[in-house]
């Protein structure tokens, strides 16, 4: 249900800032469960872009993994947009490449990889990235004293070793990775939030196959994979406020997969897919949660059987998720997975998806959507029984297309943020205490709620030959004006600050074959964020007693007006520029966190 998610696992692996995409042959990815897939990459023009820049490939594809922690927007220039930020995952078609960036506000940018190996069936990766800043400032209207503003400070690095092999009876993929974060939690008042940086450190390792056979001359594909992940914070929020020093949380995290699919037909297949997700949860000291549901231990067993059918006009794919829980609540679960197209004329098709399941949110996870996610965490694990989307697609006509759409989705324990009015401290012998605004705004918290709504958009693109691009989308999706634990929240997730109506709009200029312009301006409109309030407050032999109630507060427009230009001297230089923000408009991601105000990013990119 959470737009953050979802998009999160329909990103693709995207190129580095460098010019538009000209060749692309295969590319073997790894798909979210982790099995290698072999599909056709679509040519299309990678444009000069604000947040992610593109990066031009003459040859193949190289085959880095795109299983980053999910992640729906880059950070080349950090202006922190509500909906995921942390460093983008950026890949280039060469077989070496280096894109390096700097800017206002000590905002740095790095990209590098190269493919060790690098033949028609073997190819290894090396990658890196990193991005920071050291001196962002904290544009939130909450805090009245400049005084008392803390200046944003995150060093996020990462690097990976990909190895794909191919045999004569299928793919190997192979994966490893390594994430560190280190940041101060800018949102708070006390010199302790700047003086005592946190650390998030993760772990993974993948591994998948991918075969195929042919039985009575029809096509027998089989696939497994398996994971392992695993996620700490250095410190929990005893320890950097100054009191016991206080581990922060730890997960562990293994998954596996194994599917097998039949052609019954030269149209229609049958098949099933089998995953187990197992979670532990460690605290090597006190931890606690502010939400009121959580699992430590945990184990889902899914299974996805499925009915494909592909023809002339119509394309489905009809299926469910069974989902076994044990040790999470409900042990049986059921949930859609389908999809359907029909063209009902040339130009046409109608469309339909349905999806749903059990999600795990793991630290990880809620640390991609916010780095500065409550250390502490213990988050209840979520399940969407569904969440369906129908529209109409129409064209290309002469460059134009266009959709429409609706959607309705539903979730179980789905993770909102909120500001808390209580907060643990080590100087409360019930490990809670009246907050104060130096400690409410640091840290993001989490409480389980949920959730039901729908939403509703379109999309237009118009071509003008190979001169300009434009680009406009919105959605819609009404949010209720109360929310309690109690009943069900009314209102489609399309992010962390319940936005109502989210756009964006971009015009993509080619002036000159070596020079890419790119304007663009999102808007995210009708945020809210989640107090809560203590009322009955009173003392009961020393043991505070009290009650907790929840209400919505309405946060600013998000109205970022970017720009990017990018000019390639040759198939190996480019130099490129952006600016974000530019209208330098204030805004929160979360209460307390302001998004860098008007910043400008410059640099390199090379490929060999």
């Known amino acids: 249900m959470n737009k953050i998610y979802v ?91 280096l894109e390096l960036g700097a800017g206002s506000q000590l905002n740095f940018d790095g990209s590098a990889g190269y493919r060790i190996v690098d033949t028609e069936h073997s190819k290894l990766g090396l990658w890196l990235q990193h991005n920071s800043t050291w001196s962002g ?71 998948g196959w991918n075969g195929k056979a042919s039985i009575a001359d029809r096509d027998f594909d089989y696939r497994a994979g398996l994971s392992y992940d695993y996620s700490a914070y250095d410190k929990g929020l005893h320890a950097l406020t100054g009191g016991v020093d206080y581990d922060g949380a730890r997960d562990h995290n293994v998954k596996a997969n194994l599917g097998v699919s039949y052609a019954t037909s030269a149209f229609s297949t049958l098949g099933i897919d089998a995953r187990l997700d197992y979670v532990n949860r460690s605290y090597k000291a006190h931890a606690a949660s502010l939400s009121n549901k959580y699992t430590d231990d945990m184990t889902v067993v899914t299974l996805s059987p499925f009915y494909g059918y592909r023809g002339e006009n119509l394309c489905a794919r009809l299926g469910g998720n069974v989902d076994f829980s044990l040790s999470d609540g409900a042990a049986l679960r059921i949930s859609p ?33 916010n780095r500065y996610s409550d250390p502490m965490g213990r988050y209840s694990n979520t399940f969407v029984p569904v969440d369906a989307e129908f529209g109409l697609k129409i064209g290309p006509f002469a460059g134009f297309k266009a959709k429409i759409y609706g959607g309705y989705g539903m979730a179980r324990n789905e993770m909102l943020a909120f500001t808390p009015a209580l907060y643990y401290t080590p100087f409360a012998s019930d490990s809670h205490i009246a907050i104060d605004s130096a400690n409410r705004y640091a840290p993001v918290y989490y409480k389980a709620f949920d959730t039901k709504g729908f939403k509703m958009g379109g999309a237009l693109e118009y071509r003008y030959r190979s001169v300009a691009v434009l680009n406009l989308d919105v959605v819609y999706a009404p949010q209720d004006n109360n929310i309690s634990p109690d009943k069900t929240y009314d209102g489609y997730t399309l992010g962390l600050d319940r936005a109502s109506t989210v756009a964006h709009a971009s015009v993509k200029l080619y002036p000159v074959k070596p020079l890419e312009l ?91």
Do not use: C
């Open 7 to 97: 998009s999160v696992l329909m990103a693709a692996v995207v190129a580095l800032g460098a010019g538009a995409q000209e060749k692309l042959n295969k590319e073997i990815t790894l798909d979210k469960d982790f099995v290698p897939v072999e599909k056709k990459a679509v040519k299309k023009s990678a444009l000069p872009k604000v947040v992610i820049p593109a990066k031009s490939t003459d040859k193949a594809q190289v085959n880095y993994s795109n299983w980053a922690e999910p992640t729906a927007v880059g950070t080349t220039i950090p202006t922190m947009l509500p909906y995921g930020y942390r460093t983008a995952h950026i890949f280039s078609g060469q077989r070496g490449y």
């Open 137 to 207: 400032k904290n544009s939130t209207k909450l805090i009245a004293d400049d005084d008392l503003r803390l200046k944003q400070k995150f060093n996020d690095n990462t690097v990976g070793l990909d190895f794909n092999q191919h045999f004569a009876p299928g793919d190997l993929v192979l994966g490893a990775k390594m994430h560190y974060d280190n940041f101060n939690y800018y949102g708070g008042l006390g010199s302790w939030w700047d003086d005592n940086k946190q650390s998030l450190v993760s772990l993974a390792l993948r591994g």
């Open 337 to 369: 997975n389908a999809s359907v197209s029909y063209d009902v004329a040339p130009g046409a098709t109608l469309y339909g998806l349905a999806g749903g399941g059990k999600r795990i949110n793991t630290l990880a996870r809620m640390a991609a959507i």
């Open 518 to 608: 790119d304007l663009g301006l999102e808007y995210r409109g009708g945020r809210h964020a989640v107090l809560e309030t203590v009322t009955d407050y009173s003392l009961v032999d020393g043991v505070p007693n009290y009650t907790l109630a929840y209400s919505l507060a309405k946060m600013d427009d998000v109205i970022n007006l970017h720009v990017g230009a990018r000019y390639r001297f040759d198939k190996m230089l480019t130099l490129w520029l952006q600016g974000a923000n530019l209208l330098n408009k204030k805004w929160d991601v979360t209460l307390g966190q302001g998004a860098q105000r008007l910043s400008v990013m410059g640099g390199i990119a090379l490929v060999f």
